[in-house]
């Protein structure tokens, strides 16, 4: 995203994370265990969440700018291991079941490839692991809103560090192999409009494949 993007990402997102995001954030994070990677952990807005059922986290960031204000903000002592890792979200270098838990807040907007991302998280996970995910997505619901994000996209796109407004998200995890066994959808208060349809939830790797 570059070191401008990275410098003002917290500011412009200041007013959704007080409105909802934090809270949502809270609830959903609470619920990692184990060993966990976060992917696009930006500049660390999660890293206050994770709990004392964590045992060891991966935060994931490719972006050095966003990467460096994360490791800055990580407290000196926390109750679980903790390590950083440039590592995109389509190239995990990790082996086949390292996580109990993967999470992804506001990350598969912008990833380069959607499918191929929820093929590494899918691999990455153990039998029985779960992807806490909270994103916003395409406007399906509204038909005028979408036709405006289908505009908006190809310059969004340019501007935001690839972040895409008509992401299928939800349909895209189940077509990654995942079963969902919760998802909320709401709209995220004080952010861009075109930006503010989303889905939060679980979703887990089935035990058998």
């Known amino acids: 995203m570059g070191r401008v993007m990275a410098a003002l990402y917290d500011t412009v997102m200041g007013g959704a994370e ?10 959903l994070i609470g619920e990692a265990s184990g060993r966990v990677l976060e992917i696009g952990a930006g500049t660390g807005a999660s890293m206050a969440f994770y709990g004392d059922a ?41 082996d086949a079941g390292s996580f109990d838990t993967v999470v992804s807040t ?6 380069g490839s959607l499918q191929g991302s929820l093929r590494e998280i899918f691999r990455v996970l153990e039998p029985g692991g779960q992807l806490l995910f909270l994103e916003h997505v395409a406007a399906e619901q509204r038909p005028g809103r979408l036709k405006w994000q289908r505009r908006i996209e ?3 796109r340019r501007v935001a560090g690839n972040c895409h407004l008509t992401r ?28 503010r349809p989303s889905v939060r939830g679980v979703a887990r790797k089935p035990r058998s494949t």
Do not use: N, Y
């Not at 995001?21 to 809270?26: G, I, K, P």
């Open 54 to 94: 964590v045992t060891h986290l991966i935060a994931a960031e490719p972006d050095r700018h966003m990467r460096r204000r994360l490791l800055a903000g990580v407290p000196a002592e926390l109750p679980f291991g903790f390590e950083s890792s440039s590592a995109t979200a389509d190239a995990l270098p990790f």
């Open 154 to 156: 190809p310059l969004w």
């Open 168 to 195: 299928q998200t939800e349909q895209a995890i189940i077509d990654a192999g995942f079963c969902i066994e919760r998802v909320e959808r709401e709209s995220i208060r004080k952010a861009m409009a075109l930006a």
């Open 18 to 27: 007080q409105a909802c995001l934090r809270s949502w954030r809270a609830a």
């Open 106 to 111: 506001l990350v598969l907007c912008s990833v």
